[in-house]
């Protein structure tokens, strides 16, 4: 048996709206980076983008466990003498409080061009709004769908009534062979 290799035609996307209330932080950030990556599906290949797009809302409202607040420690050079700058993730989460979940997630992913890829469909908010919303399907959409599988339906009739007489076709012309032997 061969191993599965998925195909970019075999992923199918789908939107993960994630609420962030009350939750730990690094237990939410792996739930996020799994959805990421593409492992709860069973098409998962490690060199593939099977993964879904992922947005996290109430950013805001993570919490941190112990005294990581205070003692948890992010830290970013500028490339110039001196230039060392940190922040806790105290003081992170009150400036900047999306940047938390995306540094945890960003760290859980393959550090390769393909986790950037993956690092691109998430989106995380601070409160509970958001713009890219899954759209629901309007009165007008939904009579269109209805039409189109009505079509199909009768197309699929009017195929299956054309292929009868061809199958009698053929067994008159048997028997008419088989009368002149």
Do not use: W
Not at 155 to 180: G, I, N, R
Request: cysteine-free.
């Amino acid at each position: 048996m061969k191993t599965y290799s998925a195909k970019p035609i075999d992923i199918k996307r789908k939107l993960h709206v994630i609420d962030a209330t009350d939750k730990t932080l690094g237990r939410l950030s792996s739930q996020v980076a799994k959805l990421l990556m593409g492992k709860h599906k069973p098409i998962y290949t490690p060199n593939q983008d099977t993964g879904d797009f992922v947005t996290v809302i109430n950013a805001a409202k993570v919490r941190a466990t112990g005294k990581k607040a205070s003692q948890k420690v992010y830290y970013r050079h500028s490339n110039y003498p001196g230039g060392l700058k940190s922040i806790t993730l105290g003081r992170l989460m009150e400036q900047f409080p999306t940047r938390a979940i995306e540094y945890a997630v960003k760290g859980m992913l393959p550090h390769t061009r393909l986790g950037a890829r993956m690092n691109r469909k998430l989106k995380v908010y601070a409160g509970p709004e958001f713009p890219n919303k899954p759209k629901e399907k309007t009165e007008k959409a939904k009579a269109k769908t209805a039409k189109v599988k009505e079509k199909a339906k009768a197309k699929t009739a009017q195929a299956e009534v054309k292929e009868k007489p061809k199958a009698k076709a053929k067994t008159t012309a048997k028997a008419k062979t088989s009368k002149s032997k």
